[in-house]
């Protein structure tokens, strides 16, 4: 799988979640769905959850720099181009996540359904 012996172990006890890249692995390893080791946040972080968030700043109609200001703390126009980019290993946190599923759901959209 590519995971030290100590990587596995943070998995196991829930340290480190489990993205959608290592839950294919494991699911093919183990011969189960992917999905039963995600939980929302980390379906939401799958492939496309750039383009996710770029379809909630497009709800707004604002530029990144808006957008990042409208988001508040954490947030930055660099996080934001990064994140619509999909650039490697760089998803929002968990308090990032919560953050754009309440932006989305102010507009009456389920975050996952953008």
């Known amino acids: 799988m590519g995971i030290t012996a100590w990587g596995i172990i943070n998995l196991e006890k829930g340290l480190n979640p489990i993205y959608h890249e290592t839950a294919v692995k494991l699911g093919e390893i183990l011969q189960v769905d992917p999905t039963d080791f995600m939980d929302e946040y980390t379906l939401f ?16 109609g604002l530029t990144q720099i808006q957008f990042a200001e409208l ?9 934001v181009s990064i994140w619509e ?23 009456g959209v ?3 359904d953008t």
């Open 45 to 60: 972080c799958k492939p496309g959850y750039g383009l996710r968030i770029k379809k909630i700043r497009a709800l707004y």
């Open 71 to 79: 988001a508040g703390t954490g947030f930055t126009r660099n996080k």
């Open 85 to 107: 980019a999909e650039v490697y290993h760089h998803h929002p946190n968990r308090d990032a996540y919560q953050r754009l599923k309440a932006l989305a759901a102010a507009k």
């Open 110 to 112: 389920d975050i996952n």
